[in-house]
């Protein structure tokens, strides 16, 4: 019987992917699927050569149509009673197996883990300091399940029932940047009962070159089309308090050229967009810069 299931899509990234694969154990209930979105020659090469423990599926496709494609795949072969996901860049902990024992038999649908998080050469980065926060933040208080649910966006750190998934359709976007966001909003909000724990789970890595560091048009783009989506839905479902900052998309679009801020302006308006959500953090901008580069500091006060 298969109790997890761990979804990983890859590209190029053969020796961040092997470490995150002896991360985790090679165990008859955990199943573990590899996506591979069309790497390099050299580097699948190097995939089949390799020798993955044996719970390791690896599934190669022909077309790269990026990682929210790969997550759906991972879902349709998925047969855990858990469905869980990982950048092919990151690793678990060492406590991961005692962790996903202790909340197998949870009857809650989604479980949220604390994080940490490592630059390229191992040192405290301070990418998991927003997602520590609302972590522990629940855990202190009760009335802060709502941002736990609508604020934790990526996919990783928590342990999500495959029936919430498969029974209400939920799909990654098959998108350039963001194809996470939606798939996040909507586990959490038909998930019926959620837990967390401030036991450290999952290692974010901050790499260059990655999805979250490219600032590209066709990136930026990415993320303001979803932000808006994400947003039209949250209002949708009574959480209009939750939603996206669209001031920050504004801001940074005069980047791209006159027209493209134009086109920004025009969106905004069209989705009538409440502009001033996240008028504070970004007229705070450098505020919160200093944050992150005082990360070791402020990981204490978290902890």
């Not at 202790?102 to 997602?131: C, E, M, P, V």
């Not at 009335?143 to 928590?158: G, H, I, Q």
């Not at 479902?237 to 920050?248: A, D, F, P, T």
Request: glycine share 4%; proline share 1%; with cysteine.
């Amino acid at each position: 019987m298969i109790n997890y299931s761990i979804i990983i899509p890859h590209k190029n990234s053969i020796a961040s992917l092997l470490r995150l694969c002896d991360s985790i154990s090679d165990d008859n209930d955990i199943q573990i699927i590899v996506i591979d979105d069309c790497s390099g020659l050299n580097v699948l090469n190097e995939i089949k050569k390799n020798n993955f423990n044996n719970n390791v599926e690896i599934i190669f496709c022909d077309v790269s149509k990026g990682a929210g494609a790969a997550r759906n795949i991972g879902v349709n072969h998925a047969k855990g009673t858990w469905v869980l996901f990982a950048d092919a860049d990151d690793y678990f902990t060492d406590n991961f197996d005692n962790l996903l024992n202790k909340y197998l038999n949870s009857a809650s649908d989604i479980i949220y883990f604390d994080t940490d998080s490592k630059d390229d050469n191992g040192d405290q980065s301070y990418r998991h300091l927003r997602y520590s926060r609302l972590v522990h933040d629940f855990l202190g208080d009760s009335r802060k399940e709502n941002s736990l649910r609508y604020y934790f966006t990526p996919p990783w750190a928590k342990m999500i029932k495959r029936d919430l998934i498969i029974k209400n359709n939920i799909k990654f976007d098959e998108v350039v940047a963001s194809n996470d966001v939606m798939f996040s909003i909507k586990t959490a909000f038909f998930a019926k009962k959620i837990d967390a724990s401030k036991e450290t789970f999952y290692i974010i890595t901050l790499s260059k070159g990655s999805v979250t560091q490219i600032i590209s048009k066709v990136h930026f783009d990415s993320k303001f089309r979803t932000a808006l989506n994400a947003n039209k839905f949250l209002c949708s479902i009574g959480m209009k308090k939750y939603q996206q900052s669209i001031l920050y998309f504004l801001g940074k679009s005069y980047k791209f050229g006159f027209f493209y801020f134009m086109y920004v302006i025009l969106s905004i308006l069209r989705n009538r967009s409440n502009v001033f959500i996240g008028m504070r953090k970004f007229m705070n901008l450098n505020k919160v810069l200093r944050e992150r580069e005082n990360a070791n500091y402020i990981t204490k006060k978290i902890k």
